[in-house]
């Protein structure tokens, strides 16, 4: 791919997509983020200021031709390209025109391996006669000519919009495992696996409040102790939570600081799915994973959760229970 059509004229200048978090990727470096006035950089397509390791945002910029990138194709669920029965690309960026649900699109792959929405291609019989199922909330079983990425997208799709009747928090990825049963079962087979997943979270949220009231019995001894605290390789909590989830090939998103600053609320981003983990700001030692571990995230550290969120999504065990 030509790269020289992402720069100004002076050469000074990138356009590049910004995906959120600190960081921002080129072709052949990646850049901190540097705020150039007040507020919160939104995502999209900006003209970027380089300066040394750092990218200034200057102004919005149009998307422009990515032809030359790897192609991701596959059905729409709800902001992802579904590519086979299984595996699904999250759409980094949303598109100004959302399409309609189970249409064939194709992405193109970003440097950063994210994934941009590129266009729709032609659809044949079996995506209206699934879309048509999918309106009236009847089974994909008996439609003809149906593959397994629309099997797959429909199974999401149907998910996704049961879970929102029955005000459910749920993500693409926790349907993962059942997305062919409840494309050919219909909504009986997602409301009893509903039922399955919140008793799941019951139990995960007493054991989190269980251990927050412990952790902060522990910050209270250590406190009455004097005991002396590890010093930290960075002043800002926020950087070292930063550094510590790029280096697991995860994007940092923010950071909020709980209990009096004796916690920090993490909210990063794995392959697509949003995590919120509560950590201790000095040891970054996992205090509430934000997701269903049964327990192993005590020995855990904030660096080592992308690799856990990415093996609970290979092995279908994904189950989040913190959102905002």
Partial sequence: MDFRQF???AGLELVLPYFGGTRVDAPDRRFRVARSGEGELAPGWWRFK??????????PAAMPSLAALPAVRGHWAAGWIVTS????????LPPDDEPPPLARVVGRQWCSGDVVL??????????LAARDALEHRRPLAGVAGVVPSLRAAFGYVLGLGVAHELSIAVSLRELTPHVVAIADGGRDVVAAMFAELIEQRRREAELARQRAEDAAAQIRLAHAAGTARVLRRHPDPRHRADDALEAAGARMLSVQQVCRGEMIDVTYEVDGVRIMSLVDPVTLQVIDPGL???GAHRVLTLDAMPSVVREAIEEGHLNITRRR
């Fill in 7 to 9: 720069l100004a004229p």
């Fill in 50 to 59: 380089i300066d040394r390791r750092s990218a200034v945002a200057v102004e």
């Fill in 85 to 92: 029965g299984r595996d699904a690309q999250r759409v980094a």
């Fill in 118 to 127: 590129d266009g729709l291609e032609f659809e044949d019989d079996a995506e």
């Fill in 292 to 294: 269903c571990l049964a």
